[in-house]
């Protein structure tokens, strides 16, 4: 445990250091930011239209984010060792504050943060925020920022994982006067081990109407349903003839002979007990009904419309019985 006392004085030592220093927002509040980020939310309060706006409060953070490039950069410093780039810890004032951008974080957050990946808590969430609004910000408002590193708080172990929450407040200007302050807290963590059960693949849901359905498959038989007024066939299974409205039935065993008559391919979500990618069919059977189902056989990207595949019955965990219909030369 003397190693986790010594990690954890030094990240306690991180408090009260910079995290940014003087930032500046890439842009001044403006009214087109404030019209996409009220169109986003749906706010539709006046005071953030006209001409005499207001960016909503809650924008507070959105003037100081260095967006998808990230900071500005201002030479290889940035890119260099966390604990050393003198240019990076070299005060902001050695460039031009306006256009500068956002500055990179400071060495002692690089440090703070190298700590933790070295810990192992190399996972990261961001779990909380708070705001305070001091002041409105209006369009023209020229943005500057700096961020301190708060807190760190002692090891917690959560449902992620064991790791330390790390809190930074940033005071945000405008016109040099203190407009609000953000604080925000990630949890910093080694991901838990999860003991995962072995997934199963979903079950059917099976109701009274399509209980005979299920049965058969058991059987490996596939069955149709067939209206007895109309001879309509019909499947999925239903209580009644979408033809006429009949509601005596009897069933057609399937011949197992279909084609495909479209599919799709599916990679991604993954979902447990699936392997993707892999080919879902939608498949005319010769009985003149479509059934949706996997087509296997082929490798995934040979599926193709109007391909001759035939049924077969396969046998998944703990005695899931499916059809399934094998595609390519039989
Ligand atoms: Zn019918």
Redesign the pocket.
């Given at each position: 445990m003397a190693d986790d006392d010594e990690l954890f004085a030094r990240l306690k030592a991180c408090e009260g250091r910079p995290a940014t220093l003087a930032g500046t927002g890439k842009d001044p509040v403006n009214l087109p930011m404030i019209r996409h980020w009220c169109e986003a939310l749906g706010d539709t309060n006046p005071a953030y239209t006209g001409p005499d706006a207001v960016a909503p409060p809650t924008m507070l953070q959105a003037w100081t984010m260095t967006g998808y490039p990230g900071p500005a950069t201002s030479g290889p410093a940035t890119s260099g060792p966390a604990t050393s780039g003198p240019a990076t810890s070299g005060p902001a004032t050695s460039t031009p504050a306006a256009s500068a951008g956002p500055p990179a974080r400071t060495p002692a957050y690089d440090e703070l943060l190298r700590l933790l990946d070295e810990a192992g808590c190399t996972s990261v969430v961001a779990t909380d925020c708070e705001q305070e609004y001091l002041r409105p910000l209006r369009p023209g408002d020229e943005i500057t920022f700096d961020t301190v590193i708060e807190s760190v708080s002692a090891r917690k172990t959560t449902r992620l994982g064991t790791g330390y929450f790390v809190t930074t407040r940033t005071r945000v200007h405008a016109g040099g006067e203190l407009a609000g302050t953000h604080r925000f807290r990630i949890l910093k963590y080694a991901p838990a081990r999860r003991q995962t059960p072995a997934a199963i693949r979903p079950r059917p849901v099976v109701s009274r109407d399509n209980a005979g359905f299920w049965e058969g498959v058991r059987r490996h038989e596939l069955l149709i349903q067939r209206?007895s007024?109309?001879r309509?066939p019909r499947f999925p299974w239903l209580p009644g003839?979408p033809?006429?409205g009949?509601l005596d039935w009897d069933t057609v065993r399937a011949s197992g002979h279909g084609t495909v008559h479209s599919y799709v391919v599916m990679h991604h979500p993954p979902f447990p007990a699936f392997d993707p990618p892999y080919a879902v069919g939608l498949i005319d059977l010769a009985e003149g009904v479509r059934i949706v189902s996997n087509v296997v056989g082929v490798p995934y990207d040979k599926v193709r419309i109007g391909m001759p595949v035939r049924l077969e019955f396969r046998s998944y965990d703990d005695g899931l019985v499916l059809p399934v219909f094998r595609g390519g030369p039989s």
């Amino acid at each position: 445990m003397a190693d986790d006392d010594e990690l954890f004085a030094r990240l306690k030592a991180c408090e009260g250091r910079p995290a940014t220093l003087a930032g500046t927002g890439k842009d001044p509040v403006n009214l087109p930011m404030i019209r996409h980020w009220c169109e986003a939310l749906g706010d539709t309060n006046p005071a953030y239209t006209g001409p005499d706006a207001v960016a909503p409060p809650t924008m507070l953070q959105a003037w100081t984010m260095t967006g998808y490039p990230g900071p500005a950069t201002s030479g290889p410093a940035t890119s260099g060792p966390a604990t050393s780039g003198p240019a990076t810890s070299g005060p902001a004032t050695s460039t031009p504050a306006a256009s500068a951008g956002p500055p990179a974080r400071t060495p002692a957050y690089d440090e703070l943060l190298r700590l933790l990946d070295e810990a192992g808590c190399t996972s990261v969430v961001a779990t909380d925020c708070e705001q305070e609004y001091l002041r409105p910000l209006r369009p023209g408002d020229e943005i500057t920022f700096d961020t301190v590193i708060e807190s760190v708080s002692a090891r917690k172990t959560t449902r992620l994982g064991t790791g330390y929450f790390v809190t930074t407040r940033t005071r945000v200007h405008a016109g040099g006067e203190l407009a609000g302050t953000h604080r925000f807290r990630i949890l910093k963590y080694a991901p838990a081990r999860r003991q995962t059960p072995a997934a199963i693949r979903p079950r059917p849901v099976v109701s009274r109407d399509n209980a005979g359905f299920w049965e058969g498959v058991r059987r490996h038989e596939l069955l149709i349903q067939r209206c007895s007024g109309c001879r309509a066939p019909r499947f999925p299974w239903l209580p009644g003839c979408p033809a006429c409205g009949g509601l005596d039935w009897d069933t057609v065993r399937a011949s197992g002979h279909g084609t495909v008559h479209s599919y799709v391919v599916m990679h991604h979500p993954p979902f447990p007990a699936f392997d993707p990618p892999y080919a879902v069919g939608l498949i005319d059977l010769a009985e003149g009904v479509r059934i949706v189902s996997n087509v296997v056989g082929v490798p995934y990207d040979k599926v193709r419309i109007g391909m001759p595949v035939r049924l077969e019955f396969r046998s998944y965990d703990d005695g899931l019985v499916l059809p399934v219909f094998r595609g390519g030369p039989s």
